[in-house]
């Protein structure tokens, strides 16, 4: 995937920089409750370089086991969506608004979003991403400091520093919802488009 360099740095000096990060991700006790139900913190995958990242919401049962993001039933789903973009996930930067599993799958509270949001923008700041897509109300709630709803939030680019944001639902929706894979796919098209890409022929 090209890439137009704004601040140029190599990837070395970015991996280097995130796997700092990821260390002190590993230590952090800032959510008690997090921090003592976690099998191992959910740091973040992909290019350090890349083009485009996607921010989810926070990790799951499978994501907390293996400690990568979007693995389980979700992250199949996302990664069909790479590949009909015509991406591979290595690609992707792909992350999420919080780094611990919240018990039982709850969503993220307003603190532990806080106090996981100078993980967030250190990752932002080191991929130095383009496009940014937030995955589900959380990631673009969090992202944004919005209280508009993924509904009103989709279809249409806004800004995160220099990146631009396209807020679409959370694959885990589209699970529930098998409906909302359409506007999913408008959404996507709409990234490619303005990326200047064309997504592959469909099999």
């Not at 796997?19 to 409750?33: H, N, W």
């Not at 130095?128 to 509904?151: H, R, S």
């Not at 409906?179 to 469909?202: F, I």
Request: proline fraction near 8%; charged fraction near 25%.
């Amino acid at each position: 995937m090209p890439r137009s360099e704004s601040r140029p740095r190599s990837r070395a000096a970015r991996e280097k920089a995130l796997s700092a990060l990821a260390e002190r991700v590993a230590q952090c006790t800032r959510c008690q409750e997090l921090a003592e139900t976690r099998t191992q913190t959910v740091f973040g995958v992909g290019n350090p370089q890349a083009q485009v990242m996607f921010v989810g919401e926070a990790p799951g049962a499978d994501e907390d086991k293996q400690g990568e993001p979007f693995v389980g039933r979700a992250g199949q789903l996302l990664n069909k969506i790479i590949e009909a973009c015509g991406w591979k996930r290595e690609d992707i930067y792909i992350c999420n608004i919080l780094r611990c599993r919240p018990p039982g799958n709850r969503n993220p509270s307003p603190k532990e979003a806080a106090n996981c949001r100078e993980y967030l923008d250190g990752q932002i700041s080191t991929v130095d991403p383009d496009y940014i897509v937030c995955w589900g109300t959380i990631a673009a709630q969090n992202l944004l400091d919005t209280t508009e709803t993924i509904g009103k939030l989709r279809g249409r680019f806004m800004e995160y520093g220099r990146a631009k944001v396209l807020c679409t639902y959370h694959p885990s929706y589209l699970l529930r919802n098998p409906s909302a894979k359409k506007p999913v796919w408008e959404d996507m098209q709409l990234l490619l488009k303005e990326m200047g890409l064309e997504p592959p022929p469909q099999k």
